[in-house]
């Protein structure tokens, strides 16, 4: 399916910490995901902005999935994450389409750890734009189970799907059954300069050296030159 240009390609990124021990050096933790889904004929070949408009709703939806694989504490302050800062890059005009996803978890979207995400982003990409939070709002913890949710099931040792092998669920049941088949998740451990050290299938959350200031935006760069771009850093 990867040569397909019927298929829809997206590296997503999810930057935490582990819980336990706040975010001194190397508490950090990084989880890369490719997949790969099988554009629907009902949206492929149509007019661009529709298809953009697919395209990143279902990117922005692998995300919230992405979210309940582990239990993710926030990036900057270390309690527990309930809230996820995105930023995404499409090469939606690319044969076959690709996109980038990079998630900041973090306490709360409306706290000082969130402004600092958000701050974070608009350094390497100006103008970068975010959907208004509504006051007061209440996100489930991203250790919970990713099908019911509640901050209860984050106490426990959760399953993960028996499709996927990534997402934690109260039941050993099959979460992504029904669209299972378009889905190739691959887990991969990158260094601080983006190059691939080592890469496996299923469920594997690893810490990560945290860089220091290293561009948002050549991250993107990094992670859609692999899937074949080759966009030079000064593009």
């Not at 040569?3 to 990084?30: F, M, R, S, W």
């Not at 697919?54 to 995300?63: G, H, I, K, L, P």
């Not at 939070?133 to 984050?154: F, I, L």
Request: glycine share 6%.
């Amino acid at each position: 399916m990867s040569g397909d240009p019927q298929t829809l390609h997206i590296i997503n990124h999810v930057y935490g910490t582990a819980p336990g021990n706040g975010v001194e050096a190397g508490n950090h933790k990084h989880l890369e995901a490719q997949l790969q889904i099988r554009i629907p004929d009902a949206e492929y070949g149509t007019d661009a902005t529709r298809f953009v408009t697919w395209a990143a709703t279902f990117t922005r939806s692998t995300c919230i999935d992405l979210k309940h694989s582990d239990k993710w504490h926030c990036e900057y302050c270390g309690k527990r994450a309930r809230g996820q800062i995105p930023i995404i890059a499409a090469w939606t005009h690319s044969t076959p389409p690709k996109m980038v996803m990079c998630t900041y978890l973090v306490c709360d979207v409306n706290s000082s750890c969130g402004d600092q995400a958000r701050e974070a982003i608009r350094e390497d990409a100006p103008g970068a734009e975010f959907p208004p939070e509504t006051p007061g709002s209440v996100y489930p913890q991203a250790a919970g189970c990713a099908n019911c949710k509640s901050d209860a099931s984050a106490e426990n040792d959760l399953r993960r799907c028996t499709s996927c092998k990534l997402i934690r669920l109260v039941l050993d049941t099959p979460y992504h059954s029904l669209n299972i088949q378009p889905y190739q998740y691959i887990n991969i451990c990158l260094d601080t300069a983006g190059r691939i050290v080592s890469k496996s299938t299923g469920a594997d959350t690893r810490k990560y050296a945290r860089p220091s200031k290293r561009s948002i935006g050549l991250r993107l760069i990094c992670c859609l030159n692999r899937l074949g771009l080759n966009i030079p850093e000064s593009f």
